[in-house]
């Protein structure tokens, strides 16, 4: 007989979900055995897949994941992603510790001294990016992008400049963009009419928005060349990405530069302009 313990007593951080499930490893039925054994080893699919592809690379149904949540005393699928999402979103501190950081250095929240660390951090990142993205990789995104209908672009939160200056760029150079603004949570909706005829271009960092990852996956399933943005090879965009960038930007004081992510943004823009204005996306 299945036990399935009651929403109170489901655990709301990750270590004592691990706990519970190791505990109960014997007890579980044996779909639900899998699931836990792939959800303790994938903790970042789990927290940014779809119920789709976490059942397909899960080898399960759908239902099993939905039942597995609920017999450890979850509401439902969602309810179990924000325990795995949770320590993603307290890798980086909160704005306001951000301040007291500073606080504690003296002269660390005068203007000059904070100017003298954002450009410090900034030639960091340049300098990081120089050697760590290679022109190949333009190249072949570049290529890519020239030759898709439209570009769509995907970055929300933190990452939400770089596609706003993809969006103006790539338009000024005359090639057609849709930016997914996610405005009124559409974004599904604004993604609805994208095809294998375009290209997305998804941007996002730790702790990584779940809406960004969550469509950069479906657009994949349904064809889309992605060429993604984001800060480490275990990015939960990588699943979904044909190309990828890996820019760490470093930081002052728990802020961080965009300097190196924006550089990159309009070597891709310039690069596919170029390509198309000289007839040759290929």
Avoid at 16 to 42: C, D, M, N, T, Y
Avoid at 140 to 151: C, E, V
Avoid at 188 to 199: C, M, V
Avoid at 249 to 270: H, I, K, N, P, Q
């Amino acid at each position: 007989m299945e036990v399935t313990l009651s929403n109170a007593e489901a655990p709301r951080d990750f270590d004592g979900l691990k706990e519970l499930l190791i505990s109960r490893r014997e007890a579980l039925p044996r779909r639900l055995a899998q699931v836990a054994g792939f959800a303790l080893e994938h903790p970042n699919e789990i927290a940014f897949g779809t119920v789709a592809s976490i059942a397909a690379q899960a080898k399960v149904q759908p239902s099993t994941l939905i039942r597995f949540a609920k017999s450890v005393g979850y509401a439902g699928f969602t309810d179990l992603q924000d325990v795995f999402r949770a320590p993603l979103k307290s890798r980086w501190p909160d704005y306001g510790e951000r301040l007291a950081q500073l606080g504690k250095d003296d002269g660390g929240r005068q203007a000059g001294t904070l100017l003298e660390g954002f450009i410090q951090s900034a030639i960091s990142s340049l300098e990081r990016l120089r050697s760590t993205v290679a022109s190949d990789d333009i190249d072949r995104a570049s290529r890519i992008l020239a030759s898709a209908d439209t570009i769509y672009l995907l970055g929300l939160r933190r990452a939400f400049p770089v596609t706003a200056y993809l969006a103006y760029t790539l338009g000024k150079l005359g090639v057609r963009t849709f930016a997914i603004d996610g405005v009124g949570a559409l974004a599904p909706e604004q993604a609805a009419g994208a095809t294998e005829r375009d290209a997305l271009i998804a941007v996002s960092f730790t702790p990584y928005t779940p809406t960004s990852v969550e469509l950069a996956g479906r657009l994949a399933e349904r064809g889309l060349p992605i060429i993604a943005i984001t800060d480490s090879p275990f990015s939960p965009l990588s699943p979904a990405a044909v190309v990828q960038f890996e820019i760490a930007e470093a930081d002052f004081s728990g802020f961080r530069s965009l300097a190196a992510t924006m550089s990159l943004a309009m070597a891709l823009a310039v690069a596919t302009g170029a390509r198309r204005e000289d007839g040759d996306p290929a």
